[in-house]
């Protein structure tokens, strides 16, 4: 029946499509605005907190939150944008930034913006840079990712390995991996040195091949860059990595390890965000973290953002704003940096005690640190697509189904497809 | 062949009115979808700006587009797997619980409980079974002496979640059957047993003619299921951030249409469903009026 609820709701959106566009009316008085995120139950109580410090300091505005899970949560949105009805904030995903707001759905908060000039001094540059498009922001980052390198203490220990430095190569990372690597008289891997989900480049291989001097896609997103010669060489390392080191399993494997091995303790290094630290913090082992390694080109992470836009069919837009101002602000991001999530994009509260004293015992600096040289995991039209072919196309290899070069020879024609469909 | 009385006078007022809400309902909802639906598989939509006229490319791209292309292979393997695979398993499971043995509707019970239970946790549970170097298949099997095996890895996870599939339809599927073995008059296996029959041509020559129909019925649900099948295979093989290794059709509506922004595209993928599924429906239509027994 699935097939019919499919075709169900594509026809009911068609003709709430057709239906209610009202102007937006001068906001005196009261009002209520709606805002609507992807979170989990502890996130949706800080924000709940926020939302209620931010009535105290506006009681003229009411903000009524609205939290789903992140696969339902873009369903619900772009079901409620087609209807003419989005909520009057909602949380975007940078990379997917440009696919909502090329299609006319998002406000434009330039005006505002510039009347507010001092607003944004104290935010990360490195995290506005998504949200800028040629004619201004149609949104702002709230908190941001960096992706560093975590390691298992206890397994570094028992093999008498040193643990990781800021000085770290790939080289280093690889040969550490081989030696925390264990198999057992059956022949059969207990402990990998190793692991990071390659479907995402958010997570490694992004990271290696800026890392290594090369690219990931052109800077007008033209043309898909994973099949340069010196991403090939990215590519080929941590292929012999999974297949002639076998220090990171491949990623049937990994499944089995519920889809995270580092968290399992079956894998004693991964590289991933912030956002892993709550779900780490309960694990049995000591980790901690170190910055991604180096490569030939030095070190590289990826920055990548969470932030909030305003519907363009807001009837609040002016409430919107002020909520949206109020997130960015000391008093809101304190109590995101205290959610432990992600890092606060308000330099002022990252670098404070609110988010370096974190009841997790770790160098948050590091996250912080890594900023000087990340990479701002690319934003366009047609990004989920694009990734997913790349992600999708690649997936045989780290199942060990496919041979690399080939794949990597069909997946980035087909890349290229995505990317000329979506100019 | 006509049942029961034919309504007469103010009846009829009263059968029309009430059927009304169901009449409405199925206008709009299933008619009016698969109208919209066939309209929209003509137009390039993304949900967000209005559709704009895209003639027959949605339909050049479910062949040319390997994203849309390798799913309609994967469906078509699957149900040509998966569809005789029910109807032989279940109606065999049918006949030898269809007798009166001690234990039976526990049996019974136990044939149909993956019917009654939540998709995704027997999926991941079949996970634990199914894996590579913690499985407990693999476990069994290296107790036999026999090498383990990558049940879930590219080369075997069609057949692996065809096993599934198979095992969480066998319920229903012996239901169905049961209730058309037990309408079978006991007196024909009398007769033919003093004829001197023996189980092999009993079956054969009573049970299989006489269930014939329950035989039809099911492989035609069988294959709908088919072209439906999705949660388990989902929770089987999925990769990473919502990615499959085994993408079946429907699989690929929903990732086309919410992830890709391609509504026509996926719109002609649900046409292309549909057309597979009628024209199985009609070929086998064909069949019955062969070969279906109806007594």
Not at chain 1, 303 to 314: E, L, M, R, T, Y
Not at chain 2, 13 to 29: D, V
Request: charged share 15%.
């Amino acid at each position: 029946m699935k097939t019919f609820v499919f075709v169900l709701v594509t026809a009911s959106l068609l003709l709430a499509a057709c239906g209610s566009s009202a102007a937006p009316a001068a906001s005196t008085g009261p009002v209520t605005i709606s805002m609507m995120m992807w979170g989990d139950p502890a996130e949706l109580e800080v924000w709940n907190q926020i939302v209620a410090d931010f009535h105290q300091a506006n009681p003229n505005i009411t903000v009524k939150v609205d939290v789903s899970d992140w696969d339902s949560y873009w369903t619900k949105l772009k079901t409620m944008l087609s209807a003419g009805t989005p909520p009057d904030v909602f949380a975007m995903d940078a990379p997917l930034y440009l696919d909502y707001q090329s299609r006319g759905v998002l406000l434009n908060l330039q005006p505002y913006l510039d009347k507010n000039p001092d607003m944004l001094k104290d935010v990360y540059p490195q995290t506005l840079e998504a949200y800028k498009t040629p004619d201004g922001m149609y949104g702002l980052p709230r908190d941001f990712q960096t992706i560093v390198l975590f390691y298992n203490k206890d397994m570094f220990d028992a093999a008498g390995v040193a643990h990781p430095t800021a000085n770290w190569t790939y080289d280093d990372l690889r040969s550490a991996a081989k030696s925390l690597t264990k198999v057992g008289a059956d022949g059969k891997t207990t402990q990998y040195g190793f692991y990071a989900d390659p479907w995402d480049m958010e997570l490694i291989w992004s990271e290696g091949i800026w890392a290594n001097g090369g690219d990931v896609i052109s800077t007008d997103h033209t043309k898909t860059l994973i099949g340069e010669p010196k991403a090939r060489e990215v590519w080929q390392f941590f292929h012999d990595m999974m297949f002639v080191d076998k220090s990171w399993p491949t990623s049937t494997v990994a499944q089995e390890y519920g889809g995270d091995p580092f968290l399992a303790g079956a894998a004693a290094m991964t590289t991933i965000g912030h956002w892993a630290i709550p779900g780490y913090s309960e694990a049995k082992f000591k980790w901690d973290i170190a910055p991604m390694p180096k490569g030939a080109s030095g070190p590289a992470t990826s920055v990548n953002s969470a932030g909030f836009v305003v519907g363009k069919a807001s009837k609040n837009p002016d409430a919107a704003f002020e909520f949206l101002k109020y997130v960015v602000s000391a008093p809101a991001q304190t109590r995101l940096a205290q959610l432990g999530f992600a890092v606060p994009v308000l330099k002022t509260v990252a670098e404070s005690d609110a988010f370096l004293k974190q009841k997790t015992p770790i160098t948050q600096q590091i996250f912080l640190d890594s900023l000087a040289f990340a990479h701002m995991k690319p934003v366009f039209k047609g990004y989920d697509e694009w990734s997913s072919t790349i992600g999708d196309g690649m997936a045989p290899i780290w199942t060990g189904a496919a041979e690399l070069n080939p794949t990597l020879d069909t997946v980035i024609p087909a890349a290229d497809e995505v990317l000329a469909k979506n100019k | 062949m006509e049942y029961g009385l034919k309504p007469l006078g103010r009846e009829k007022f009263w059968l029309w009115a009430l059927m009304t809400p169901t009449i409405i309902g199925l206008l709009f909802g299933a008619l009016g979808s698969i109208v919209a639906t066939l309209l929209l598989s003509f137009t390039k939509w993304d949900l967000l700006t209005p559709p704009t006229w895209a003639g027959t490319i949605n339909y050049i791209n479910l062949f040319k587009d390997q994203k849309q292309l390798v799913p309609l292979v994967n469906t078509l393997k699957f149900a040509a797997m998966y569809v005789p695979g029910v109807v032989i398993i279940s109606l065999l499971v049918a006949v030898m619980l269809n007798r009166n043995l001690r234990g039976v509707g526990i049996l019974r019970t136990g044939y149909f409980l993956p019917a009654v239970t939540s998709a995704v946790a027997t999926a991941l549970v079949w996970h634990m079974i199914y894996g590579r170097d913690t499985g407990i298949l693999n476990f069994l099997l290296e107790r036999l002496g026999l090498p383990a095996v990558c049940w879930l890895c590219d080369d075997n996870a069609m057949m692996s979640v065809v096993i599934v599939n198979i095992w969480g339809a066998i319920g229903e599927g012996m239901i169905i059957f049961l209730a058309g073995l037990t309408a079978i008059p006991r007196t024909y296996y009398e007769a033919a047993e003093i004829d001197g029959a023996n189980d092999i041509q009993q079956f054969f020559r009573i049970t299989i003619p006489l269930i014939t129909p329950s035989i039809f019925f099911q492989t035609l649900i069988a294959t709908i299921n088919a072209f439906q099948a999705y949660d388990y295979i989902y929770i089987l093989t999925r990769q990473g951030q919502g990615d499959s290794t085994v993408p079946v059709v429907v699989f690929s509506i929903y990732r086309n249409a919410w992830n890709f922004f391609n509504y026509g595209g996926a719109s002609a993928q649900a046409i292309e469903l549909t057309v597979f599924v009628a024209g199985l429906m009609a070929f086998y239509f064909w069949l019955e009026r062969r070969y279906v027994v109806y007594e």
